[in-house]
Each structure stands twice: as structure tokens, then as C-alpha cells.
T-cell receptor
């Protein structure tokens, strides 16, 4: 499968624990996005990388959230001191640097986080 | 920031009928409008998109229309089939600056096609 992959697919953790998710984009894609989706809602933008540079972060991304893309390839999203409100599906998407910014985003299967 | 409203939240049709889902957006600088289909437990998949320099686009049974003046766009599915049953999301984004490609999604429409 040459699409976007995410690991793990499911994560159950206790409140207060730290969790880290990984996203591997399509190999030639230099743009990478993280979104969060709660039940019955559309995905909400969290953050965006162009190569290794994190260019935009949503106000949804509190200080407990951090994301990296150290070599411009895979990315990690870490949540520290998890809260029950962090329970959601975390989706990663990647795209090329398309003409005039028009670029199809390909989504990964997501990591479903449950905080007990 | 951008705000996207989507209606209806649920839509039930008989196989063979047409289905229409409508979205409005608030940011007049938005210029790219994709539609995603998400089946239960699966990733969102792009089914069609439209750019602001085009008023209508069609791909087999699926079409999208865009009215920039009114800031709304619609998805049309003709000859619906049971396998069209899924959640459909509209989205909007703008090019330029550091907001390249960031998508703002609507709330989703649960489409059910009855055989």
C-alpha cells in the first residue's frame, strides 16, 4: 500500500498519560496535515507542515500538543497529560505542492484515541 | 477564519433517485472546494473537487456546482445506488500565504440509499 499510513490504529490510555502517534505520508508529498475528528463531526485542522517546517497551528492545538516532522518525511503528534476531551480520531493527510495551492489531500486511516 | 455550513445533516433516498447536498462558506478568498466520502470506520476519500474559476464540474454520476457570488456550492448525485450510502463532507480552502491547502470541513451529511 503506497498511501498514507498511520500508527497505531487504535490507542486506549488513561487520563494523564502521554501518547504519540505516527504518520507516514505518500513519499513524494511535501505537505503534511493533522486533523482531529470527533463523532458526527467533520475533521478539524490541527497543524500543517511544508517539508520539515511547521507553518501553521490551530488554536485547537493547546500547549499539551506538539507535532514534528524532523526530516520532512514522517511526522509525529504527541499529546501530553491526556484528558478525556482528547478522545477522537486523529487523521493525517498529505499532498503535493500543487499549482496555485490546489492540491488533493490524501488521508490516512486515522488513529482512534480513547482516554479513560 | 473560514466557516462552512452543510445541509442537510441526514438524507434518505430511494435507489435511482437523485441526492443534493448543499454547503455555504464565509471566506470570499476560498478558492478550492473538495467533497469527501467517508464510509463507516474508513478514511475520507476525495470524490470530486471544484476550483473557483469553474462554475460546474461533472464526473459520471457526480457533479458539483459553485456560486461564488452567493458563496455556496452543491454536490449532486444522480441514479443513486446503495453503495453511495456514506457520510459526505464538503470543505473549503484558500491558496496563498501560510494557509496553503488547509481544509475547513462542513459538519457532514449521512446519505442512506434504500434498495
Amino acid at each position: 500500500d503506497t498511501g498514507v499510513s498511520q500508527d497505531p490504529r487504535h490507542k486506549i490510555t488513561k487520563r494523564g498519560q502521554n501518547v504519540t502517534f505516527r504518520c507516514d505520508p505518500i513519499s513524494e508529498h511535501n505537505r503534511l496535515y493533522w486533523y482531529r475528528q470527533t463523532l458526527g463531526q467533520g475533521p478539524e485542522f490541527l497543524t500543517y507542515f511544508q517539508n520539515e517546517a511547521q507553518l501553521e497551528k490551530s488554536r485547537l492545538l493547546s500547549d499539551r500538543f506538539s507535532a514534528e516532522r524532523p526530516k520532512g518525511s514522517f511526522s509525529t503528534l504527541e499529546i501530553q497529560r491526556t484528558e478525556q476531551g482528547d478522545s477522537a480520531m486523529y487523521l493525517c493527510a498529505s499532498s503535493t505542492n500543487g499549482l496555485a495551492g490546489f492540491n488533493e489531500q490524501f488521508f490516512g486511516p486515522g488513529t482512534r484515541l480513547t482516554v479513560l | 477564519g473560514e466557516n462552512v455550513e452543510q445541509h442537510p445533516s441526514t438524507l434518505s433516498v430511494q435507489e435511482g433517485d437523485s441526492a443534493v447536498i448543499k454547503c455555504t462558506y464565509s471566506d470570499s478568498a476560498s478558492n478550492y472546494f473538495p467533497w469527501y466520502k467517508q464510509e463507516l470506520g474508513k478514511r475520507p476519500q476525495l470524490i470530486i473537487d471544484i476550483r473557483s474559476n469553474v462554475g460546474e464540474k461533472k464526473d459520471q454520476r457526480i457533479a458539483v456546482t459553485l456560486n461564488k457570488t452567493a458563496k455556496h456550492f452543491s454536490l449532486h448525485i444522480t441514479e443513486t445506488q446503495p453503495e453511495d450510502s456514506a457520510v459526505y463532507f464538503c470543505a473549503a480552502s484558500r491558496s496563498g500565504g501560510t494557509s496553503y491547502g488547509k481544509l475547513t470541513f462542513g459538519q457532514g451529511t449521512i446519505l442512506t440509499v434504500h434498495p
